[in-house]
Each structure stands twice: as structure tokens, then as C-alpha cells.
């Protein structure tokens, strides 16, 4: 069935270094989404990105779309303490459903 | 404006007995999904509606869980017997139908079955 994963697992760095998670298919999605979910949270919706090759950015956080539609990476420049928490990616399959991934867990030493 | 509410927020039970979770979706939202979060299985898709109709139930581990949406504004998710392997974080969420929007997550029930 339909596979998102997500590297890497976990990932700890010092404030003011970048950070990215990699979001790869196993199918061509027809859309992606990415979502973040702070310590004690619930997942709060960041974007989707749609089109093939597409670039979305939002402040420091910078969302891609490959060409094949099968993989996402999400980066963040100047990593801050308020980036802290886990984000996922999540594919479109059919309809509303989507498949996410297990997720990246960021903490940032100050 | 409200979001997503869940209630009871925690719920502490014994194994054997009946729970049930409570989710009020965004006004307007025509599409309300169940997730269940672990450390071990992450987020799974319990399963989810389309204007009160269940879409996909593929999710639901067993017949011992049950889900209704008996109109727009209200759901509910029934364990019974519960198990100890039912504790989990459950959140429900809400979306417009078409593709192009974002789910939007309560703030879930944190379930803990002894």
C-alpha cells in the first residue's frame, strides 16, 4: 500500500543551524502536505503543495515539491527554540485521505 | 472562532468498559476524520466522513470500535470492551471536501486503559 517516509527520525542541533526533513513516496502523490506538531500539541496544518517541481516558503521554512511528485524535502534556515516539535509530511491518496509519515522530531539547544 | 473540540480531554478506564470520545468539527467543515497517535504506530487514519457518510473505515483495528456522525456537528468514537492497548492519543479533525484545503486537528483525548 501507499508509503510515506520521512528521514531522518530525529534530529537535534544548535540554534542558528539549519535543519531539513526528507519526505519520500513510494507512489507519485497527487499533492503533499506538511504539518507540525509541538511537544503535548496536536499536528497544526503549515501548507500543501500541489504542482510538480513547486517552491513554497514561509518565513525561514522553505517546502519543495520533486519533479516526480514522489518526494518533499522541508527546510528551515536559522533554526530557533520555537522550531522545536515534530513535523510531518503527509500524501494525498484518494479523496481526503491521507497517509503520514512517521515524522522528524526537531529539538534545538540554545 | 472555535476550532475542532474534543471532549473528554483525558479519560482514564479500566479495561472491559465502554468509552466514548466526542468530537465537534469546525462549522462548515464537511469532512471529519479519527486518527489515534502512538509512540509505536504514529498517526493512523481510524477512519473518516464525508458529509456524515463514512468514506473509509479500513482503519478501524476491530469490531470493538464503532464511529457515527449523526450530523454535521458532531461525532463520536465508541471503544467496547476497551484493552490496554487501545491507550493512545486520539484526535479528530476537520476539512472542506475538495482537496485543496488542510486538516485541522483538536486538541484529542488522551486515552489510558489499566
Not at chain 1, 511537544?39 to 510538480?52: A, C, D, T, W
Request: hydrophobic fraction near 30%; charged fraction near 20%; charge should be positive.
Amino acid at each position: 500500500g501507499q508509503q510515506v517516509m520521512q528521514i531522518p527520525q530525529y534530529q537535534h542541533v544548535q540554534e542558528g543551524e539549519d535543519f531539513t526533513t526528507y519526505c519520500n513516496s513510494s507512489t507519485t502523490l497527487s499533492n503533499i502536505q506538511w504539518y507540525k506538531q509541538r511537544p503535548g500539541g496536536h499536528p497544526v496544518f503549515l501548507i500543501q503543495l500541489v504542482k510538480s517541481g513547486e517552491v513554497k516558503k514561509q518565513k525561514r521554512l522553505t517546502f519543495q515539491f520533486g519533479e516526480a511528485k514522489k518526494n518533499s524535502p522541508l527546510h528551515i534556515t536559522a533554526t530557533q527554540t520555537t522550531d522545536v516539535g515534530t513535523y510531518f509530511c503527509a500524501g494525498r491518496v484518494y479523496g481526503n485521505k491521507l497517509v503520514f509519515g512517521a515524522g522528524t522530531i526537531l529539538r534545538v539547544k540554545s | 472562532d472555535a476550532g475542532v473540540i474534543q471532549s473528554p480531554r483525558h479519560e482514564v478506564t479500566e479495561m472491559g468498559q465502554e468509552v466514548t470520545l466526542r468530537c465537534k468539527p469546525i462549522s462548515g467543515h464537511n469532512s471529519l476524520f479519527w486518527y489515534r497517535q502512538t509512540m509505536m504506530r504514529g498517526l493512523e487514519l481510524l477512519i473518516y466522513f464525508n458529509n456524515n457518510v463514512p468514506i473509509d473505515d479500513s482503519g478501524m483495528p476491530e469490531d470493538r470500535f464503532s464511529a457515527k456522525m449523526p450530523n454535521a456537528s458532531f461525532s463520536t468514537l465508541k471503544i467496547q470492551p476497551s484493552e490496554p492497548r487501545d491507550s493512545a492519543v486520539y484526535f479528530c479533525a476537520s476539512s472542506f471536501t475538495s482537496g485543496g484545503f488542510g486538516q485541522y486537528f483538536g486538541p484529542g483525548t488522551r486515552l489510558t486503559v489499566t
